[in-house]
């Protein structure tokens, strides 16, 4: 006894006593000979059982990987859904004439799928669909995240055929603050003596004393003994110095998308192809910041970031390239990818520098010497420090109307010809704006006196 006639005796008995069929769907055939049917859509793994208005004698499935059939009486007809696809079911008469072909399409099982879907995202609306052996997945959901978990599901019941038309709704727009905090300490002391004796007919000359005679901190004695003068250089110096950097980029854009951001100019540099030629390339100088945010599930905050501040180093010699002088730049830089919600900061860089030398330039064994030695002998001791940190802010935000935006410049105008002849005025009268909001108060702050930062 083979598998159909199983299946056959095991389906007729449960229809004879009555009792519906577990996971099978009954439909009536509408029999048009001689051509097709309407297409049948039978979900993947569940069975519908045919009903023909007309008895056949004999039917056949073209691809019975995709759909498996079995007779329950002359005029009924158990399909089952195997694999995705489409197939052909033909129907002939007693005659072997063919009473009807029609197309079976087995799809996923889209309602066990929507079910799986309200149980886990009970709050997102999609819809679900199926297109030939495939998913479709429509709506608007409230996150990256959770668009990605209904594609993952998907592909539980479509592996590889499914179709994302999801879009993404809600607050997609993030604004970022990157602060740049550096500070720089040097100390650098020079302790250094020379010795000169001329008028005789031997000259002794020892340490720099030519070089260091007009610097800060020197003091020279000479004095003569009949023929000879001597000539004493000592030279004491200390310096020390502070320096603070602050730069705040402010920055928004829409989830997904990259943002740039530049402070500062680009310089030319000189490049020397393989054939010798010279070419000019831009460099930025300033601050630099690139950065995509994505919104993944309600106030989290996915960040890609590069962020770079760069200067020209002033203490450092130039390099020739092609007759063309070419600075040295100092560059600060970080890239990272972090994940954080609204209005919470990361400290994504610090670094501590720590740079230290020393030199002693000496008569050989005349500096060796004790205590006279210092007079031989020349030292020199030089400590820079530098401490950065970058720290980032990001905050999830909505446009609003132009009249509650204002900026510094709304309460400035010119100056007259009377103000600026008859009262030396470098600007004119301010006017006052109409905005109430935050914006409007920082217009309505006094921008007289010191501007920018200040550095206490």
Known sequence: ??????????????????????GAYAQTLQISEGRTQTALRVPLNRA???????????????????????????????????????????????????????????????????????????SEHIEVRTANDGIVLSGIVSSIQKVDQALEIAERYAPERVLNLMSVGGTQQVQLKVRFAEMARSVSKQLGASFDVSG????????????????????????????ANFD???????????????????????????????????????????????????????VVLNFTPTVVDDDI?????????????????????????????????????????????????????????????????????????????????????TELVIIVTAHLVQPTSGAALAVPTDRIRPPSENELFLYGRDIGGQTRTRASTRGGDAAEQDFSGNYGYVLE
């Open 48 to 122: 519908i059982v045919l009903e023909s208005d007309v008895p056949f004698a004999e039917l056949s499935v073209a691809n019975p990987q995709i759909a498996d059939i079995a007779t329950l009486s002359e005029r009924t007809v158990y399909v089952l859904g195997k694999l995705p696809g489409r197939t052909t079911l033909t129907l002939l008469g007693p005659d072997g004439r063919l009473i009807t072909n029609v197309e079976v399409q087995v799809t996923p099982d889209i309602a066990e799928f929507k079910e799986r879907l309200r149980e886990l995202m009970p």
């Open 232 to 286: 004493v250089l000592l030279s004491a110096l200390e310096e020390r110095g502070v320096a603070r950097t602050l730069s705040e980029p402010n920055l928004t854009a829409l989830s997904g998308q990259l943002a740039s951001f530049l402070a500062g100019s680009e310089i030319p540099i000189p490049s020397i192809d393989d054939e010798g030629n010279v070419g000019v390339d831009f460099r930025e100088i300033g």
């Open 301 to 385: 905050i996915n960040l890609v970031l590069e962020s770079q501040v760069s200067s020209i180093d002033t203490g450092a010699d130039a390099t020739n390239i092609g007759g063309a002088l070419v600075p040295s730049i100092t560059t600060r830089r970080a890239a990272t990818t972090v994940e954080l919600r609204d209005g919470q900061s990361f400290a994504i860089a610090g670094i501590l520098q720590d740079d230290f030398s020393d030199s002693i330039n000496q008569v050989p064994l005349l500096g060796d010497l004790p205590i006279l030695g210092a007079l031989f002998r020349s030292a020199g001791y030089q400590r820079r420090q």
């Open 1 to 22: 006894m083979n598998y159909r006639t199983i299946l056959r005796a095991a389906l007729l008995g449960v229809l004879a006593s009555g009792a519906p069929v577990a």
């Open 200 to 227: 005789t007919d031997a000259t002794l000359l020892t340490g720099s004393g030519t070089t260091v005679a007009n610097a800060a901190g020197a003091l020279a004695v000479s004095f003569g003994v009949g023929s």
